[in-house]
């Protein structure tokens, strides 16, 4: 039975993600890392860095969405519905127009697709995480959906991503609780998931070493860009 949570081994390169995690330690612009809006070390103990605006990161924050993005494409590929099923796609023909079905997508090429995606999808701002050894981690059970923000940014989270920088040390893994399953960490790969509670899940303390890793979600286009008056 599928789960839903999907690894991509190798989706960026180890000696990137050695670059990534350099950089990052020699960072002046880390911050306590947050939980719904707060700085709560009881259930989240990082230090955290948001890539949006940051000219320095710029470049490695390129290669860290283009890495996403591929993966989103094979994650669209492997559950179309997540597309369809929220969405109620429809094309156009001749003489009006026709539902979007699982098997269109699977007809797409990465182009079309990729273009289908950008119009119903965003990608959330970048995030790395720092873990110290037997200290750091995210042990609170927690998904990624939570009514907090007026905004409703928080809401139009779809999928979620991690990209693992480094491996190496013990434990660490993230851990979902429905699923009853342990992802390991390992350079390079990237998890996809679902946001919502049937995705429960909690990032469990490195042993024996420090873990990094980039962190963000794939949200759904407001509405006001999906449905124009």
């Keep these: 039975m599928n789960d839903f949570i999907e690894v991509i081994d190798n989706a960026v390169d180890p000696a990137l993600c050695a670059a990534i995690v350099a950089q990052m330690q020699q960072s002046q612009g880390l911050r306590a890392g947050e939980v ?87 990608p959330g701002a970048a995030n790395l995480q720092w873990y110290r050894s037997g200290e750091g981690g995210y042990p609170y059970w927690h998904c990624e959906l939570y009514p907090r923000d007026v905004q409703c940014e928080t809401l139009h989270r779809h999928l979620l991503w991690t990209l693992y920088l480094n491996d190496g040390f013990a434990e660490g893994e993230t851990e979902f609780l ?21 995705h429960t899940h909690r990032g469990n303390r490195p042993q024996g070493g420090d873990k990094f890793i980039a962190t963000s979600w794939i949200l759904f286009q407001r509405a006001e860009a999906l449905y124009p008056a």
Excluded at 48 to 69: K, S, T, Y
Excluded at 178 to 198: D, E, N, V, Y
Aim: glycine letters at 8%; a positive charge; aromatic letters at 6%.
């Design 36 to 122: 719904g809006g707060g700085v709560y070390p009881e259930l989240k103990h990082s230090r955290d860095l948001r890539l949006a605006g940051q000219p320095e990161w710029a470049q490695a924050n390129a290669a860290i969405q283009q890495a996403v993005f591929a993966g989103l494409l094979a994650y669209l590929r492997t559950y179309p519905q997540a597309l369809i099923s929220p969405l109620m796609l429809q094309v156009p023909l001749a003489d009006g127009v026709r539902r979007l079905q699982a098997e269109d997508i699977a007809g797409m090429d990465d182009a079309a697709l990729g273009q289908l995606a950008r119009t119903c999808l965003r």
């Design 178 to 198: 429905f699923q009853q399953r342990k992802i390991a960490p390992r350079t390079g790969s990237l998890l996809i998931a679902p946001t919502a509670f049937t």
